[in-house]
């Protein structure tokens, strides 16, 4: 679990920081027709913003593939 949590922290990190950051774009500014398909609804939102968030901060991941 330690080499996991080691491995992956920048994508674990993101994935939490997009999740929230996609739920509070989902409450504050939305879609309010319905319409859209990300922002509609607060779980579309949540998981694209923890994909985002993931797929960002893993830009930043030093460690190198063999």
Known sequence: MQTFLKNY???LIGLLAGGITG??????IG???GTC?????PVNSSLYGAIMGALAL???DQQKSK
């Open 58 to 60: 893993n830009l930043f």
């Open 37 to 41: 398909i990300i922002s509609s609804k």
């Open 9 to 11: 922290k920048f994508g």
């Open 23 to 28: 739920f509070l774009y989902w409450k504050y």
């Open 31 to 33: 879609c309010a027709s």
